[in-house]
């Protein structure tokens, strides 16, 4: 299937691309502007993104964790070098085929991403508090819709 290309045209208003366009945007800059909070664990965004995908999905292998990251494996064997020397990673042998190693998470890694998202959550909450309980609404109702474009 061939790629679908993008008109230099703006998007007739509540069409889909129109609305594609607007929810683009919108997810682009609330995750900017949150992931400020992430400057208070002190690590790179590769490093908490890394740690994200083994805190939130489990141990992995370099490999799956490089492709996991789109980055290649070179790359992530870098990364996964300079978290187990912060002790964030540990490597551990597969228990079913002894020529596989796994990455997993260390509890300091847990502790880290979940305090990451607790001041995540309290930016977004005191902005969300801000808002009228109409406005509470609207965005409580549109959160499945999201979750559905989002795969989950």
Do not use: C, Y
């Amino acid at each position: 299937m061939a790629p679908r290309q993008v008109s230099s045209r703006a998007p007739r208003a509540g069409s889909a691309d129109a609305v594609a366009d607007r929810l683009h945007s919108a997810a682009i800059h609330l995750l900017r502007r949150l992931r400020r909070e992430d400057d208070a664990s002190g690590l790179s965004a590769p490093r908490l993104s890394a740690l994200s995908v083994l805190v939130f999905g489990g141990p992995q292998t370099i490999g799956a964790l490089a492709a996991a990251e789109q980055v290649r494996v070179p790359t992530m064997s870098r990364l996964v070098v300079q978290l187990e020397a912060d002790n964030l990673l540990k490597r551990v042998p597969d228990a079913t085929d002894g020529r596989v190693v796994r990455v997993e998470a260390t509890p300091a890694a847990h502790a880290l991403l979940h305090a990451g998202r607790r001041r995540r959550v309290a930016a977004l909450s005191a902005d969300v508090a801000r808002m009228t309980a109409d406005e509470r609404r609207t965005i409580l109702d549109a959160i499945p819709l999201i979750e559905k474009l989002a795969g989950r």
